[in-house]
């Protein structure tokens, strides 16, 4: 016992000799220690940081699913949508990166391979030139010309591959947002536009402006949205990745210069002033997504001004939608001048902190091998001292503009949260109006009674031949109930007269029949929406030649696979009467605005004769003849019929009912009435009606000469008295 207690130290000094001597036995071990778990902390703490949740906790996984439902609860209440780096933020970009990157042997994947091997290999030359900084102001101290220029020889040598890596790391990263943008853009606009095959399940880009209201511009989306998006995308991989590995390498290699243990305490007064940094940087994710939605708001009024330029002209309404839009500029720049402000004070705030404060940290850190003896590391001269001094300054200024760069890239991911929330809200809004799951503002006896069971229920949609509707409610979408049991049977070959007030369901009969909206309830028997025909009051001229005016939406390729050639066109365009204007407007080829080289009339006529090209088995006439003359229109409807289309016509015109075998007559309340139409009997019906109404307008006026009479009778009698 007494031998054992002669080794124990008897003093404090000769304890922490003891502890000391251990220590700088231990030394490198406890270096690489140290250097391995601040690489582990840095790994951990950036993730932690930037994803907003606790990494291995249940806390942290329940983080997603608390989000999405604050997120929906927002929605449902007209609130805007809730943007951060969160959970959901990182279950939005999971899905969007399935996108964009589908594979590892995609062209995408191995940009970004290429684009990290760049990013390694310029950190590895800014190690080397830190190095070399120092070792050319060593010679300088120690005066050896010959070495300084040997050095400076070798710094012009590394600028090569540094300038060569510089520019590809910029190629690169624009051909990534490009490859990015593509790929979204493909998959966004399959979805849009659907297929053919679809059927009813497509036509995404009609519901969502008709049947929807979550998104009032998917225009700026697809175009604007997707391509910011793109951008951020792939500047947030470099804005990460490189600083997150700068900070490992020059940390690691100040570790191996001034020792781990001076690291180690930088880095907790680094983080310590990182967090609060954190706490007080501004919801820059939120001002973005924020200021997307204004700025789609603005242009969407400039659309409707260009849209309804005529109306407004006629009404005289410039001052009030000048108010309108002022009022929308308006918005957009309060919230920009909102955000410049906080980016402004957040931006002293943090160039104060992470350029100076992190910066004289540095360099006390930079002093230690100056002003204390180190163990383990002997006594160095004057010039490697200076060269020493001036790589460790090198580095530490590096490693702390990389940790600013992890800390802005906070900012960055923020934008880009904005950015994804939108791509995500296109996305997951045209995936449900695929599944007929839509979200528009109902009228409000949609929520209540018999109507509320209407809006609950589906309908059954069959093909066939004919249309056969048997209870089949009417309902718009914003949940108004035109009719609430529709019933009527057309053969193939009965052309039908449809006639209403206006508002009475006359439209949204054709739209179901096109599959454009869905069946609340009974069953639906009809064709393809294929088989079907739409043709105007105002027929779509599309952006092409003057063929494909008439063709549409076929192209010439299909025409010729058809076996239809242009000589075929000029004959159905003289079935209408426009066979002349083949001529007149420059040939087949002949390319404009047609909308507004043709007249009302003549773009009638081009869609009767575009109806007649298709040859569909059912054609929808909305007011289709309104604006051709009457010797024209009958020759168009019998030629109609001879081709064997069964016309579906709404029309107020009674020289169209002589066409028609039957008669869908709405009364504007709910009710209706399907006959046969005798056209004769009608008309005369409708001959006796026009002499009533023209003989009781004369009522009043003979009342009134009745009236005059008897008084030059009473005061020619009172004369004769």
Not at 24 to 49: A, D, E, I, N
Not at 85 to 98: G, H, K, M, W
Not at 233 to 253: C, E, F, H, M, R
Request: aromatic share 10%; with cysteine.
């Amino acid at each position: 016992m007494a031998a054992h207690s002669t080794l124990r130290p008897s003093n404090l000094s000769e304890h922490v000799a003891l502890l000391s001597k251990t220590y700088v036995k231990h030394r490198p071990v406890v270096q690489k220690l140290l250097t391995l778990g601040f690489v582990v902390y840095v790994l951990g703490s950036t993730y932690t940081s930037l994803s907003g949740k606790p990494s291995y906790s249940k806390k942290g996984k329940e983080k997603a699913k608390e989000a999405a439902e604050t997120a929906e609860k927002d929605r449902s209440s007209g609130k805007p949508p809730r943007v951060a780096v969160d959970a959901l933020f990182y279950q939005r970009l999971s899905t969007i990166l399935r996108i964009v990157i589908p594979g590892i042997r995609s062209k995408e994947a191995m940009l970004l391979v290429m684009h990290s091997s760049l990013l390694i290999f310029r950190t590895a030359i800014s190690l080397y030139v830190a190095a070399l900084d120092g070792r050319i102001v060593a010679s300088l101290v120690r005066a050896q010309p010959l070495q300084f220029f040997l050095n400076i020889l070798k710094w012009l040598i590394v600028a090569i591959p540094a300038t060569w890596t510089n520019s590809w790391l910029t190629y690169v990263q624009s051909k990534l947002a490009i490859a990015y943008r593509t790929r979204l853009t493909q998959e966004v606009m399959g979805q849009y536009f659907g297929d053919r095959k679809e059927g009813p399940d497509g036509k995404v880009y009609y519901k969502l402006s008709n049947l929807d209201d979550r998104i009032k511009n998917p225009d700026q989306m697809i175009t604007n949205d997707i391509q910011r998006f793109s951008t951020h995308l792939a500047a947030i991989y470099s804005n990460l990745a490189k600083p997150i590995l700068d900070v490992i390498l020059y940390n690691y290699q100040l570790s191996q210069n001034v020792g781990a243990e001076g690291l180690v305490v930088l880095t907790l007064l680094v983080q310590s002033t990182a967090a609060l940094l954190r706490y007080i940087t501004p919801p820059f994710g939120m001002y973005t997504a924020l200021s997307a939605q204004l700025s789609g708001n603005l242009r969407h009024s400039h659309s409707r001004l260009a849209e309804f330029a005529e109306e407004i002209a006629f009404f005289g309404g410039e001052q009030t939608e000048k108010m309108l839009i002022e009022r929308d500029f308006a918005t957009v720049i309060k919230h920009e001048n909102r955000v410049l402000q906080r980016r402004w004070w957040f931006g002293c705030l943090e160039e104060g902190v992470i350029k100076w404060l992190w910066g004289s940290f540095g360099l006390v850190l930079c002093a230690i091998p100056v002003f204390f003896k180190v163990p383990g590391v002997s006594s160095i001269d004057l010039g490697s001292r200076t060269e020493g001094f001036v790589t460790n300054r090198r580095l530490l200024l590096s490693a702390s503009d990389a940790f600013g760069r992890v800390m802005y890239s906070y900012k960055d991911l923020s934008e880009l949260a904005g950015y994804t929330a939108r791509v995500s809200q296109l996305l997951d809004t045209m995936k449900d109006v695929k599944q007929g799951k839509f979200d528009k503002s109902l009228v409000s006896t949609a929520t209540t009674g018999e109507n509320a069971e209407i809006l609950r229920g589906r309908g059954q949609v069959i093909e066939s031949e004919d249309i056969q509707f048997e209870n089949v409610p009417i309902v718009t979408p914003n949940g108004d109930v035109l009719v609430r049991h529709l019933s009527f049977h057309i053969k193939h070959g009965q052309h039908l007269l449809i006639v209403g007030p206006n508002g009475c369901g006359k439209s949204s009969l054709f739209r179901i029949l096109g599959g454009l909206w869905p069946v609340y309830g009974g069953i639906v028997r009809k064709p393809r929406a294929s088989e079907f025909i739409l043709i105007p009051q105002r027929p779509y001229l599309s952006l092409g030649t003057l063929r494909d005016q008439v063709i549409y939406p076929h192209s010439q390729a299909e025409m010729e696979s058809r076996g239809i050639t242009d000589a075929d066109l000029l004959r159905i365009l003289s079935v209408v009467q426009m066979d002349h204007i083949v001529e007149r407007e420059g040939g087949w080829d002949a390319a404009k605005e047609w909308r507004d080289a043709l007249s009302g009339g003549d773009k009638q006529k081009i869609a009767w004769a575009r109806l007649f090209y298709h040859h569909p088995k059912y054609a929808v006439l909305d007011e289709a003849t309104s604006l051709v003359p009457p010797d024209v229109e009958g020759m168009m409807m019998d030629h109609a019929t001879a081709l064997g289309i069964t016309l579906l016509t709404v029309s107020h015109r009674p020289s169209l009912w002589k066409y028609h075998a039957m008669i869908l007559h709405y009364d504007g309340q709910g009710g209706y009435v399907f006959t046969k139409l005798d056209a004769e009997k009608r008309l005369a019906l409708q001959e006796e009606k026009q002499a009533l109404e023209a003989k009781l307008l004369e009522v009043p006026k003979m009342k009134a000469r009745l009236e005059e009479l008897r008084a030059l009778a009473e005061d020619r009698d009172s004369h004769r008295w």
